[in-house]
């Protein structure tokens, strides 16, 4: 599978579509459909992977796809139980993973078959694929993303993990799902918000892998804002051959390789710390904040046409995103990038784009530079 540019997608076939992410033994196929969650417990049972669906979720997602998870799975013969932790990354904790964890062991009878269906955006993604890759030293989970984030990224490749106090998926696992069940109707009901978040994993996209996708954005930017079915699927479906294209080379995030997937995160991860998690700095949100950084940075090192950092600040723009930042301390923002997993070695980081399409990843930015690109922000 290649991870290079996406011209081969076709826009506006809405037939299912599958992606093979090859790993031996621990491959596994990424399903991408519309309005097909129906067929989600016969895709499961032939699996072979258990009888007692334990669904995580949270309140809101339960109330929206809630009945129909459970008529799929009980149609399939699973006995099925629902598990909610709060609507927020507050739930990548501690305290609600033992919660899960101990809930799971009291249902954990005798001959029972326990597996795991995440069922919800990257918070829930990345809490119970956490929980399955410990319970038991794991049990198998699928993925069911409900947000445009997790159909495009977090759901894909096996990277779970909880927060600490000091920083974001400090504690974590490489723990690959059986299934990945993306069905974009889901994105109907997602609140505008997150469906503008959701767009700066889709910006990362394009400038790691793919000129062409970055054009579509580009252009058409709109009907996909306005959910229109087969760009919101051939965006789905671009993003994931790219990641599972990059997951097959570097599994493990060891070889230098999947790093790039960390484009905007290095300054957007530090973003959130020093938000404390709040909604008024998403994921997305603090990601678009942390590629217009990195963007910056490439420009004042004369690796980025100026021609280029603006095509990704106007597109950035134009989709709604942040592209300022307000209520946060710079010099906390700065110290929480120190304790981000990305800087190693006694040094930073980043991940840059030089290009549209084309990114390189540098060691060691010198910290005035950095300094200046979150002033940049301001």
């Known amino acids: 599978m290649a991870a290079g540019d996406v011209s081969g997608a076709i826009i506006g076939c809405n037939s299912m579509r599958r992606i093979r992410l090859d790993l031996k033994k621990r491959s596994y196929n990424i399903r991408i459909s519309y309005n097909e969650i129906d067929k989600l417990g016969s895709f499961i049972k032939k699996l072979k992977i258990g009888t007692d669906a ?9 109330k929206l796809f809630g009945s129909k998870i459970q008529r799929t799975l009980a149609s399939s013969g699973f006995r099925v139980k629902f598990e909610l932790v709060p609507d927020s ?13 101990n809930n799971i062991s009291r249902l954990d009878g005798s001959g029972r078959g326990i597996f795991i269906v995440a069922l919800g955006g ?18 198998p989970y699928v993925q069911v993303p409900t947000t445009l984030l997790a159909q495009v990224d977090s759901a894909i490749g096996g990277k779970v993990a909880i927060d600490l106090d000091i ?11 059986r299934l990945v069940f993306s069905d974009t109707a889901l994105l109907k009901t997602l609140p505008k918000s997150d469906l503008t978040s959701g767009m700066a994993e889709v910006i990362k996209y394009g400038l790691i892998s793919s000129p062409r996708l970055f054009k579509i954005l580009e252009h058409s930017y709109t009907k996909i804002l306005r959910r229109d079915k087969g760009l919101l699927q051939h965006v789905v479906h671009a993003c994931s051959l790219i990641k599972a294209g990059i997951v097959e080379k570097d599994e493990h995030d060891n070889k230098d390789i999947r790093v790039i997937l960390n484009l905007g995160h290095t300054i957007g991860h530090a973003i959130e710390a020093a938000a404390h998690y709040s909604k008024a700095y998403s994921h997305g949100q603090a990601v678009a ?27 950035v723009k134009k989709i709604g995103l942040k592209t300022t930042l307000k209520g946060l301390d710079p010099e906390d923002i700065l110290s929480r990038q120190e304790h981000d997993k990305k800087f ?11 290009g549209i399409g084309r990114v390189v990843v540098k060691e060691g930015i010198p910290i005035s530079l950095v300094k200046k690109a979150i002033s940049s922000l301001l």
Not at 125 to 138: H, N, P, Q, W
Not at 167 to 177: D, E, I, T, V
Request: charge should be positive; proline fraction near 3%; hydrophobic fraction near 45%.
């Open 122 to 139: 990257g918070v829930i993604g990345d809490l119970a694929g956490f929980v399955a890759s410990i319970y038991r030293r794991g049990i």
């Open 167 to 177: 920083g974001k998926n400090l504690a974590g696992s490489f723990y690959q799902p």
């Open 344 to 354: 190693i070695h006694g040094k930073n980081r980043f991940v840059l784009p030089v």
């Open 89 to 101: 990354e507050k739930a990548k904790s501690e305290k609600y993973c033992l919660r899960l964890l």
């Open 289 to 315: 904040l942390g590629i217009l950084a990195a963007s910056f940075i490439s420009k004042e090192s004369g690796s980025l046409l100026q021609t280029d950092y603006l095509r990704i600040k106007s597109l």
């Open 54 to 62: 334990i669904v995580i979720s949270n309140p809101l997602v339960k």
